[in-house]
Structure formats: C-alpha cells, structure tokens
Nanobody, 124 residues
C-alpha cells in the first residue's frame, strides 16, 4: 500500500503563491508517477499537473500552464505543486494521487492511490 498526505492549502489572496506538498509513504517502490487533481464546487475532477518520478516528465493542464510548477524530491518522497498568480477560479480541493504506470497522465482512472485532499480557497 501507498499512503499520500497533502499539505499547504488554506486561504490565499488572489495573486498569491502557495506551495502544496504531497508526501508519500508505505511501499514507495510501488508508484512511478504522481498527479495533482482538483475538484471545485459543482465541477468534475480536473487533472492539474503530474510528473513521472522516473524521468521527471511533466504534464500541465491548459488552465494552469505557465502558473503552476510541479517538482519532486525523490529523497524525501515528496512532490510539490508551486502555484502562482492564483485567481478565485483556482479554489478547489486539491488531491495528489500515485500510479504504478510510468507516464505522467491526467487521466484520473489510471491512478491507484489517493490522498485525502487539501482545500485551497482564493479570496480576499
């Protein structure tokens, strides 16, 4: 089993730049890619960004491209999501997920393990 814990969410002012962390524990050899997803009120899950832990290849949704950066620290089993220039439209619960496959994909159904999520609220 693999366990994931997100942190770094909270109330952020528009234009803010929080960083989310996803720390992975358990059978850490059982995953090869980490993804960040979000679910805004009344909307479907959206694949925000994901990264292959093997080769570092990353994917970004068009809605966050140029504003968000995903990175990994293999020694700490942690993946980060640096978010910049936030707007109220970024308000959502952000989840990280791990998959056994190698490729960084935004396809939600391909992920095997999920964290509990962290709320990010963008508001004055």
């Amino acid at each position: 089993q693999v366990q994931l814990v997100e942190s770094g969410g909270g109330l952020v002012q528009p234009g803010g730049s929080p960083r989310l962390s996803c720390t992975v524990s358990g059978r850490t050899l059982d995953y090869n890619a980490i993804g960040w997803f979000r679910r805004a009120p009344g909307k479907e899950h959206e694949g925000v960004s994901c990264i292959s832990t093997a080769d570092g290849r990353a994917y970004y949704a068009d809605s966050v491209k140029g504003r968000f950066t995903i990175s990994k620290d293999n020694a700490k089993n942690t993946v980060y999501l640096q978010m910049n220039s936030l707007t109220p439209e970024d308000t959502a619960v952000y989840y990280c997920a791990a998959r056994k496959g190698n490729s960084a994909t935004a396809q939600l159904s391909l992920y095997d393990y999920w964290g509990q999520g962290t709320q990010v609220t963008v508001s004055f």
